[in-house]
């Protein structure tokens, strides 16, 4: 099984960025998948998931920037993310379970991506 997170990069504020989830070794289309961020000395947290019915959910500090979304006819998930500011700058992680009832717990996953790191500047 592996997730692998991508589209990470530097950009100024009011910026965007498309983060794309690849997965392999899963059947995708069962999959919950989330995003989750840590900033520098900061704690993991929720950013966004998505069920496998399409069902979204988002944290509040991103609500109407960002939006989760999938393909499973290519495996991937992405999180189109918009007017970023510097406190959007972490290295993000996709994250995937069958089974996910609370999407903002981390220890509901099972299966992380490596992160993909992204810096906002002011």
């Known amino acids: 099984v592996q997730l692998q997170a991508s589209g990470g990069g530097l950009v100024q504020a009011g910026g965007s960025l498309r983060l794309s989830c690849a997965a392999s070794?899963?059947?995708?289309?069962?999959?919950?998948i989330g995003w989750f961020r840590q900033a520098p000395g900061k704690d993991r947290e929720f950013v966004a998931g998505?069920?496998?019915?399409?069902?979204?959910y988002y944290a509040d500090s991103v609500k109407g920037r960002f939006t989760i979304s999938r393909s499973n006819a290519k495996n991937t998930a992405f999180l189109q993310m918009n007017s970023l500011q510097p406190a959007d700058t972490a290295v993000y992680y996709c994250?995937?379970?069958?089974?996910?009832?609370?999407?903002?717990?981390?220890?509901?996953?099972?299966?992380w991506g490596q992160g993909t790191l992204v810096t906002v500047s002011s």
């Open positions: 070794g899963i059947n995708f289309r069962s999959y919950f």
């Open positions: 998505v069920g496998a019915g399409g069902a979204t």
């Open positions: 994250a995937g379970d069958t089974r996910v009832s609370r999407p903002a717990y981390s220890a509901e996953y099972s299966y």
